[in-house]
């Protein structure tokens, strides 16, 4: 993910853990890790509100996976943007420093409602930030950044995907492929 590095107040692409551990807690393997947090509840709810406030991040994304409910079934999808662009999402980090001094950095991505062209899959979805908003989610401008948490503006393309991305061992591109559809 993108994050404004703390000391050096430059933008630096980093590895973090994907599940958020907040700084205050005293044991992660007993706390909750959220991969994704409502963005209408991040700036007050206690488990978000300090990285909200101070470690905004941009993950970047080629797509992102949604489950449609279809006659009792979940059935993957996969979204990307329709022009073929990377996906830029809102993001929130933390830096967890454990008893041995090690540090666990983390991160969480924001959701928002569905934008009209993906709510026949799913009613939410991750916010989605455009190039021109990304000094300000980052904190290197000032201004409201509760207005960035909106429904995307961008059109997306949705296919059916395999069932192995049920399965958080299986890894690859080939998860991306279509897959004929089981509706």
């Known amino acids: 993910m993108v994050r404004v590095?703390?000391?050096?107040?430059?933008?630096?692409l980093d590895l973090l853990h994907w599940g958020l551990v907040p700084h205050w807690v005293r044991d992660p393997a007993s706390?909750?890790?959220?991969?994704?947090?409502?963005?209408?509840?991040?700036?007050?709810a206690p488990m978000f509100r300090d990285a909200y406030a101070r470690r905004r991040c941009?993950?970047?994304?080629?797509?992102?996976?949604?489950w449609q409910k279809t006659n009792g079934a979940k059935l993957p999808h996969?979204?990307?943007?329709?022009?073929?662009?990377?996906?830029?999402?809102?993001?929130l980090w933390e830096g967890?420093?454990?008893?041995?001094?090690?540090?666990?950095?983390?991160?969480?991505?924001?959701?928002?409602?569905a934008c009209a062209g993906l709510r026949a899959l799913h009613d939410r979805m991750p916010v989605v930030l455009e190039p021109q908003d990304w000094p300000l989610w980052l904190?290197?401008?000032?201004?409201?950044?509760?207005?960035?948490?909106?429904?995307?503006?961008?059109?997306?393309r949705v296919w059916p995907v395999s069932t192995q991305v049920n399965n958080v061992r299986n890894d690859g591109a080939h998860l991306l492929d279509p897959a004929p559809s089981l509706v």
């Open 58 to 66: 941009i993950v970047p994304a080629d797509a992102f996976y949604e």
């Open 139 to 156: 904190g290197e401008t000032d201004g409201d950044t509760a207005a960035l948490l909106r429904p995307s503006p961008a059109a997306f």
């Open 96 to 113: 967890w420093r454990g008893p041995d001094g090690a540090v666990l950095r983390s991160f969480t991505v924001l959701t928002t409602a």
């Open 78 to 91: 996969a979204v990307a943007r329709a022009d073929g662009a990377p996906m830029a999402l809102a993001g």
């Open 31 to 44: 706390t909750r890790q959220p991969i994704n947090a409502r963005s209408e509840t991040a700036a007050t």
């Open 5 to 12: 590095h703390p000391q050096m107040n430059t933008r630096q």
